[in-house]
Structure formats: structure tokens, C-alpha cells
């Protein structure tokens, strides 16, 4: 079984970057797609980005699309977020999640293991 402990988090301005990391315990971690999700106060988690298996393949949300990136080290068993251009409103708390799937996709019911999750907060 996998287990995922995101890092990384903190206070920011607005404008500057910051990157997450995902690590993950295991010895499956290659065999999963790898999404980041985010929740606001108030509002449902949604989806940021993912990372398919051999990390070939990404996808994006239209709001981060152009100043987020993913990218994972199968040797480390890690995933990372790099956030650049960040926004008050990227402010939220930040989740990895795996799935049983070659593709990330963007729901999520679809992921099977989650991290307990990293606070980001960007001021203006």
C-alpha cells in the first residue's frame, strides 16, 4: 500500500513561486497516476493537475494552466508541484492523490490514496 506526505506548503506573496512534494511509501508508487487537487474555505476540492504513470503525459486545470507544473522522480517515489505566478486565489490547502490509472484524471473518485495535505497561502 502506498501512502502519500505532502510538503512544501507556507505563506507567500503574491507573484512569487513555490513547489510541493509529494512522497510517497511503497513499492508501487510507479504504477499510479498522480493528481494534485486544492480546497479553499468554503468551496469544494478540485482538481490542479496530474502525472501519468512514467510522467509522459500531464494535464492541467484552465485556472493554473501556463504557471503550474508537474513533475515525478520514480527513483524518489515523488511527486513535485511547482507553482509560479501564484495568486491570492490559488490559496487553498493542497492534496496529492493516487489512481489505479494510467492517465490522471481530473476526478476525484477516482483516486484511491490521499495525503493529509499542505497549506498554501498566497497574499496580495
Known amino acids: 500500500q502506498v501512502q502519500l506526505v505532502e510538503s512544501g506548503g507556507g505563506l507567500v506573496q503574491a507573484g512569487d513561486s513555490l513547489r510541493l512534494s509529494c512522497a510517497a511509501s511503497?513499492?508501487?508508487?510507479?504504477?499510479?497516476?498522480l493528481g494534485w487537487f486544492r480546497q479553499a474555505p468554503g468551496k469544494e476540492r478540485e482538481f490542479v493537475g496530474g502525472?501519468?504513470?512514467?510522467?509522459?503525459?500531464?494535464t492541467y486545470s484552465d485556472s493554473v494552466k501556463g504557471r503550474f507544473s508537474i513533475s515525478r522522480d520514480n527513483t524518489k517515489s515523488t511527486v513535485y508541484l511547482q507553482m509560479n505566478s501564484l495568486k491570492p486565489e490559488d490559496t487553498a490547502v493542497y492534496y496529492c492523490?493516487?489512481?489505479?490509472?494510467?492517465?490522471?484524471?481530473?476526478?476525484?473518485?477516482?483516486?484511491?490514496?490521499w495525503g493529509q495535505g499542505t497549506q498554501v497561502t498566497v497574499s496580495s
Open positions: 502525472i501519468s504513470w512514467g510522467g509522459a503525459r500531464t
Open positions: 511503497g513499492r508501487t508508487f510507479s504504477s499510479y497516476a
Open positions: 492523490a493516487a489512481a489505479h490509472n494510467y492517465y490522471a484524471g481530473q476526478k476525484s473518485d477516482e483516486y484511491v490514496l
